[in-house]
């Protein structure tokens, strides 16, 4: 009796670890998860924007300069593209969202003056 239920269990283990057949359209995320995923408010690019912005801010408070502060914080990220370029590709809307951080620098640097 004991073999017979250390079978079962075995069974249920293999059973349960089995990897579950589904279709590929299950395993993609839905269109409105898809766009904050890939799109240009996905996370990467938060971050790409906040430190284009913070480093251009600092800049531009330092050396009272708007333009100053949009070439740092432009720079900057296209500075880590260029690096990135060999790893992961070269992405030129991450690039954009460091435009978008150091235009905003700029505005709050001239806004500051």
Do not use: C, N, Y
């Not at 993609?28 to 890939?38: G, H, L």
């Not at 260029?82 to 001239?110: C, E, K, M, N, Y």
Request: no cysteine; proline share 4%.
């Amino acid at each position: 009796m004991r073999k017979i239920a250390l079978a079962g269990i075995a069974v249920l283990l293999l059973v349960a670890a089995a990897p579950a057949a589904s279709r590929a359209e299950d395993r993609v995320p839905p269109p409105r998860v898809r766009a904050w995923q890939t799109g240009l408010l996905r996370d990467d690019r938060l971050r790409h924007v906040s430190l284009a912005f913070t480093a251009g801010l600092g800049t531009g408070l330092v050396t009272r300069s708007s333009v100053a502060a949009a070439g740092a914080a432009f720079g900057l990220g296209l500075a880590k593209e260029i690096r990135d370029r060999p790893h992961t590709g070269f992405d030129a809307v991450d690039l954009i969202a460091d435009s978008v951080g150091a235009a905003l620098a700029a505005w709050a640097t001239h806004a500051v003056r």
